[in-house]
């Protein structure tokens, strides 16, 4: 096999898990369950080689669909930061089909079963293409069908929270759509192309003339508003629980540790590629996302304190987590956007690990996710205390878990931005939401290994359940333990970007 | 600046049209409204694709009498954007309206108020 034809890879992504929605649909549920998890490892082992691929050549690569040269045709592009992320996005949905699969078949109509893995494959087609489309409208059309999956994976557990849910879910959905599409119309009729490269080129032109400044900053601005409300950005964080904490677990995991970061990548490359990261530091789009994303960090912790519920709790430091990730595009630099860029990969492995051990500590306390009911979970069913513990650490920023190294990344950011004023207020921020961080995690802690005095003790023998945790726990430490080399990646990554 | 809005009205009532789509969307309680209203903005985006799209005296790119001038001719692509926005939307509201139908059997009324409000007191916490 020569190296070229792993060129062809990204592509092979997107298409075979598109492909594989509509067999699903054809096949039994067990083997629809089986194929999926199967296209998941082939697809981790084709980015992987991808990921290899221009790690070792040092340079990114253009797949150009059909032949049609650069300012015609479609694109895919893949360098280190796409093919990393993409491989975080592809371990994190393999850990969490896995991982859930109990609940999959406890939550879901046995004749539906099949249906729901039809849709986690469209989603990582749509998650894929999202990664690695070169074209903004493709990036449109992929942003629809990842919303229209990501509300049906919801309303597949039908009890009437989750509808309601998935309205209000798909409400806050449309509402950016629309204006995502706006914002590419006036990016497309200022440019008049609709491919990255051009695009840019195009508007580097009218940035030296000073022509359409108006029209580029509108319409950068009505895409960046629909993709943090699409994404959960600190005003309109509201939907976040009700829709994580009803959907069944694997749905939470995906929805909340790769869809809404996607949306965050996708605006992140637009940003890069399409507006140019020298003209995009000029506007005060900037500051507006840095001032959003400290204020969520802040009111996503407060929320997640005040909550009762398991997994509302969770949902809303989810809340917290988003803003962290727009604080580190808001502070800018190379290094905000490596720390930025980090911590979509740290939160995505933490809180799928979270929104999978809440509802096995449920389990055993009487099917309940209230507090009070929680009591001695962790003792009761010893595996999912530990991850849950992990993930838990990982999040308040304990060393040597993933969590910790993107706070450091982001301080270090502060630091480097040369703003005084910068610097004192995410450090502030940063401070006040490690402390609540700390007090909700660490009371849930203590809640759940509190003794309690029914003796039941549960051992998680599942295989099925041991090996996506154990995955996502090694993932979360080699983020912690390496940082230095993931940072590396990530730089290397973005200098292909621009 | 008037008179750029007089020239250019097409692509103001596009605009017009987005916001009352979008606050529809937004502030309506009931939900076939809040449907609506997201059919209106969409709508307002393709009228504004498309009237950028089309420029004054060109034809559509089909080549007649042998004029292969490109200036002869508009760009198809604006066109198929729309068109692919139109599917998008359809899309989306076929299941809109399935949702806001599973959610009226339920709960049997559209204001979204009010399901709210009768979904707090179900007893569905696990």
């Known amino acids: ?498 | 600046m008037l008179s750029n809005l007089v020239i250019n009205y097409e692509e103001a009532v596009a605009i017009v049209l987005f916001g009352i789509g979008f606050t529809t969307l937004l502030f309506q309680r009931n939900l076939v409204r809040k449907l609506i209203g997201m059919n209106i903005m969409d709508t307002g985006t393709f009228l504004f694709l498309a009237s950028m799209g089309f420029i004054n005296g060109r034809k559509a790119p089909i080549v007649v009498n042998g004029v292969q001038d490109t200036a002869a001719y508009i760009n198809p692509i604006p066109a198929s954007l729309v068109l692919t926005g139109i599917v998008v939307s359809v899309s989306v509201t076929a299941i809109m309206l399935s949702l806001t139908v599973r959610l009226y059997h339920r709960y049997h009324t559209l204001q979204l108020d009010d399901i709210y409000v009768l979904s707090k007191h179900q007893t569905e916490d696990r």
């Open chain 1, 1 to 498: 096999m020569t190296n070229s034809f792993i060129t062809n890879f990204p592509l092979f992504t997107i298409v075979l898990s598109l492909f594989s929605g509509p067999l699903c649909y054809m096949l039994k549920r067990r083997m629809a369950r089986y194929w999926t998890i199967g296209l998941e490892c082939g697809l981790i082992a084709m980015v992987s080689a991808v990921l290899w691929y221009t790690m070792t050549t040092g340079s990114s690569f253009t797949y150009v669909m059909g032949e049609f040269p650069a300012p015609w045709g479609n694109e895919i592009r893949a360098g280190v930061l796409e093919a990393l992320i993409a491989l975080v996005f592809l371990l994190v949905m393999l850990s969490s089909v896995i991982g859930g699969s109990k609940y999959i078949d406890i939550d879901i109509d046995e004749s539906k079963i099949n249906l729901y893995y039809t849709l986690i494959n469209l989603m990582t087609a749509a998650l894929m293409a999202m990664v690695w489309t070169n074209d903004i409208f493709t990036g449109y059309v992929f942003l629809e069908i990842l919303t229209l999956t990501s509300c049906g994976i919801l309303i597949v557990r039908e009890i009437g929270r989750t509808t309601l849910a998935a309205v209000r879910y798909m409400i806050m959905n449309l509402l950016g759509s629309g204006l995502f599409l706006l914002g590419v119309v006036l990016l497309y009729d200022v440019t008049g192309n609709l491919l990255m490269v051009p695009m840019q080129e195009e508007i580097a032109k009218l940035i030296t003339n000073s022509q359409n400044m108006m029209a580029i900053t509108m319409g950068l601005g009505i895409l960046t508003i629909g993709l943090c409300i699409k994404s959960g950005l600190f005003p309109f964080h509201y939907w976040m629980p009700d829709t994580y904490g009803w959907a069944t677990p694997t749905s939470g995991a995906v929805l909340s540790s790769l869809v809404s970061k996607c949306y965050i990548f996708l605006l992140f490359k637009i940003y890069y590629r399409v507006i140019g990261i020298e003209v995009f530091e000029q506007l005060p789009i900037r500051n507006i996302l840095l001032v959003l994303g400290l204020m969520g960090m802040v009111a996503g912790s407060v929320s997640a304190m005040r909550a009762n519920n398991i997994n509302r709790m969770v949902a809303f430091s989810s809340a917290a987590q988003i803003g962290y990730i727009y604080m580190g595009i808001g502070i800018g630099g190379k290094v905000g956007y490596t720390a930025a860029m980090f911590h979509v990969m740290a939160h995505a492995v933490t809180k799928s690990t979270l929104f999978l051990t809440t509802p096995r500590l449920s389990d055993v306390s009487g099917g309940s996710l209230l507090f009070r009911n929680l009591q001695g979970s962790g003792i009761r069913d010893r595996a999912a205390g530990v991850y849950f513990s992990v993930a838990s650490l990982s999040m308040i920023g304990i060393p040597i878990f993933a969590g910790f190294s993107s706070k450091l990344l982001f301080a270090e950011a502060a630091v480097d931005s040369g703003s005084m004023t910068k610097m004192v207020l995410v450090m502030i921020a940063l401070a006040l939401s490690s402390m609540l961080n700390a007090i909700y995690f660490i009371r849930t802690m203590i809640r759940i290994y509190q003794p309690d005095t029914t003796g039941i003790r549960v051992s998680a023998k599942r295989v099925s359940y041991q090996i996506p945790m154990i995955i996502l726990t090694v993932m979360n430490l080699a983020l912690g333990l390496f940082s230095w080399y993931f940072a590396g990646m990530i730089e290397q990554g973005l200098s292909m970007f621009g």
